[in-house]
């Protein structure tokens, strides 16, 4: 039996959303959120490690003013879904 999968993955449950605004001291925004199946997950380009139950969490290092974040998730059958947006960080104590 071979499954074609023509599909790319699914992305959900994401934080931070397109827009936000994170304000903490440690120049660090955490990305988080879940693949619908196994997947390779790559957050601008660094790879990201997902669970076993599909969650992923990422810090990603930052400077002050808007940021860009780029995910690229490849399922197993080599389909890939991308998703780019800006938040905005401020180094702040919350």
């Not at 023509?6 to 304000?23: A, H, V």
């Not at 879940?34 to 957050?43: F, P």
């Not at 380009?45 to 290092?61: M, S, V």
């Not at 690229?72 to 059958?77: L, P, R, Y």
Request: proline share 3%; glycine share 8%.
């Amino acid at each position: 039996f071979i499954a074609y999968d023509k599909d790319g993955p699914k992305i959900e449950e994401l934080t931070p959303e397109n827009g936000d605004i994170i304000r903490n001291l440690d120049k660090r925004i955490t990305i988080a959120g879940k693949i619908n199946e196994k997947s390779t997950i790559k957050i601008n380009d660094k790879l990201a490690i997902q669970r076993p139950d599909f969650t992923f969490e990422y810090l990603l290092g930052v400077g002050e003013g808007d940021v860009t974040i780029k995910i690229e998730v490849t399922d197993q059958a080599g389909n890939v879904t991308k998703k780019e947006f800006t938040v905005k960080y401020e180094k702040k104590s919350i």
